[in-house]
C-alpha cells in the first residue's frame, strides 16, 4: 500500500482548525489534527510545502519509521510547529492501520484498561454565586470532575472565564486583544471561591484550577498550601515550564498536586518533570506532542515515576485529536483524566464522529481507526479568519506570562 495523496484542510466552523487527510492507492484514508491556535498557517505550510512532497509514496504502514524520519531527518528538532506537523501525520497513519487491521485504534494500543474515560468540564463565570451554578450544571449532566475558574475582584477581565454561552473561546480578533493581572487580588480571592465550592458540593467532586503560568514557583507554593483544605485533584500550569527545575519550589511547599504540560511538543520538555516526580499528571495532547507514537513514549516514561496523564482537551483541539486522544486514554495503565470541552454543532458537523459521552465519561469509538473524519465539502463552506489568543499585562502595562 502506498500514500497517494496528502490534503491539509483549513476551515473554521466556529473556530480553525488544520487537518491532515492521507489517501492510500487502496482508497482507505486516514485523518490527523495539525491545529496550533493562532499559529494555524505556519503548520499548514509546514505540512503542504515541507512534509507532504515527501509522503507521497510511502509506505503508510510503516509509522514508527514515518515518525523517525520526519523527527530526525529534518535536522530541526522540536518545537510546537513541527511536532504539531508531525503529530497529524503520525495519527493519520494509526487511523489506516486500524481501518487496514479492521480494529479501533485503542485495540493496536494494547486493548481496554478501563472502562470509560473520566472526563472533566469547565465551570467558569464572573462571581463564585454563578460559578456555583455553572458547577451544579455539570454535576447534573454526571459529570465527576470540574475545573473551576471566575473573575477576580477589582480586575476586569480574566483569560480563561467563558462569557458566551456554553462554547469557550478564547482565541478571538486577529490582532491580540488584551487582558490584565494582578497577582495580589488573584491569590486573596481563589481560596475564597475553592472554600465555598467544598462547603457546596463536598468531598466526593473532582475540582481542579488553572493558573495559565500566572506566578512564580514561590508565589504557586503559597497558592497551593492555601488550597490544601479544599483537596483539589490538580493545580495546573502553576508557573511557565520552560525552566523544569522552577517545580522543585513548589513540590516543597504544598501537598497540592501539579499538572503541567498543554504547551509541551516532546518528552524533553517534561523527563526533569517526571523523573525527579515534580508534578502529579502531565497533559501533553496528540496534537502537540508528536501525535500518538511520541504520546505514548511521553506516558510510558510517565507510568515509571508515579505521574497520571491529564490530556489537554480544550475547543482548539479537533474532534480528530479528541477521538485519538481517547484511544490512548482507554489502553494506557495510568490514565488520569481527560479535558473535555464540547465542540460547537458546526465543529461536530465538519468532524463526523463516534466517540461518546456518558455519565461523566467519554466512550472511543468501535469503528475500524479513530472513529472520526472529516466532511471536505462541509469544510470549505467555513473559510480560515484569523484569530488569536489575548495578551496579557500586569495592572501598570507590563506584559506577563499566562
Ligand atoms: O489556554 O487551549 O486547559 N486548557 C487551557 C486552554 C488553553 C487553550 C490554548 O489554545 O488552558 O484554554
Ligand atoms: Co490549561
Same mark, same amino acid.
Given at each position: ?74 535536522y530541526w528538532r522540536r518545537g510546537p510547529v513541527t511536532m504539531t506537523a508531525i503529530a ?126 500566572? +506566578?512564580? /514557583?514561590? #508565589? =504557586?507554593?503559597? @497558592? $497551593?498550601?492555601? *488550597? ?72 510510558d516514561l510517565a507510568a515509571l515515576h508515579h505521574v497520571r496523564s491529564g490530556s489537554h ?48 465519561? +467519554?466512550? /472511543?469509538? #468501535? =469503528?475500524?481507526? @479513530? $472513529?472520526?473524519? *472529516? ?28
Amino acid at each position: 500500500m502506498r500514500i497517494v495523496d496528502a490534503r491539509v484542510v483549513v476551515t473554521c466552523p466556529d473556530r480553525n482548525f488544520v487537518t491532515l487527510k492521507l489517501v492510500t492507492d487502496e482508497g482507505v484514508t486516514g485523518v490527523g489534527d495539525a491545529t496550533l491556535n493562532g499559529r494555524e498557517l505556519a503548520v499548514a505550510s509546514y505540512l503542504t510545502d515541507h512534509v507532504v512532497p515527501a509522503l507521497i509514496g510511502r509506505d503508510p504502514a510503516r509509522i514508527e519509521d514515518t515518525w523517525q524520519y520526519l523527527y530526525k531527518g529534518a535536522y530541526w528538532r522540536r518545537g510546537p510547529v513541527t511536532m504539531t506537523a508531525i503529530a497529524a501525520v503520525d495519527t493519520a497513519l494509526w487511523d489506516i492501520k486500524g481501518k487496514v487491521a479492521g480494529l479501533p485504534v485503542y485495540q493496536l494500543l494494547g486493548g481496554r484498561c478501563r472502562d470509560g474515560v473520566t472526563v472533566y468540564g469547565h465551570a467558569s463565570a464572573d462571581t463564585t454565586d454563578e460559578v456555583l451554578v455553572d458547577i451544579a450544571g455539570y454535576v447534573e449532566r454526571g459529570y465527576r470532575a470540574v475545573r473551576v475558574q471566575t473573575g477576580i475582584p477589582g480586575v476586569a477581565a480574566t483569560y480563561g472565564v467563558g462569557r458566551r454561552g456554553p462554547h469557550y473561546e478564547p482565541a478571538d480578533s486577529a490582532i491580540p486583544s488584551e487582558t490584565v493581572w494582578s497577582t495580589e487580588r488573584y491569590l486573596a480571592h481563589i481560596p475564597t471561591v475553592f472554600s465555598r465550592v467544598r462547603d457546596e458540593f463536598g468531598p466526593g467532586l473532582r475540582l481542579l484550577h488553572d493558573v495559565h503560568h500566572r +506566578l512564580t /514557583p514561590i #508565589e =504557586a507554593a503559597r @497558592l $497551593g498550601k492555601s *488550597l490544601e483544605p479544599y483537596a483539589l485533584t490538580w493545580l495546573e500550569d502553576p508557573v511557565p515550564a520552560e525552566l523544569q527545575e522552577g517545580y522543585r519550589l513548589i513540590r516543597q511547599h504544598t501537598t497540592t498536586p501539579i499538572a503541567v504540560g498543554e504547551v509541551f511538543n516532546s518528552i524533553w520538555d517534561c523527563q526533569a518533570l517526571i523523573r525527579e516526580q515534580l508534578i502529579d499528571y502531565i497533559r501533553t495532547t496528540v496534537v502537540h506532542a508528536g501525535g500518538i507514537s511520541h504520546l505514548r513514549r511521553i506516558f510510558d516514561l510517565a507510568a515509571l515515576h508515579h505521574v497520571r496523564s491529564g490530556s489537554h482537551g480544550a475547543t482548539d483541539l479537533s474532534p480528530v485529536c479528541l477521538a485519538a486522544a481517547l484511544h490512548v486514554d482507554i489502553s494506557i495503565p495510568n490514565f488520569g483524566l481527560q479535558e473535555y470541552m464540547r465542540h460547537t454543532e458546526a465543529t461536530d458537523e465538519v468532524f463526523p464522529h463516534t466517540y461518546r459521552f456518558a455519565d461523566g465519561y +467519554l466512550h /472511543p469509538s #468501535e =469503528a475500524p481507526g @479513530l $472513529g472520526v473524519d *472529516l466532511d471536505e465539502e462541509l469544510a470549505a463552506k467555513y473559510p480560515y479568519r484569523p484569530a488569536s489568543l489575548p495578551v496579557n499585562r500586569l495592572e501598570d502595562g507590563t506584559v506577563h506570562s499566562w
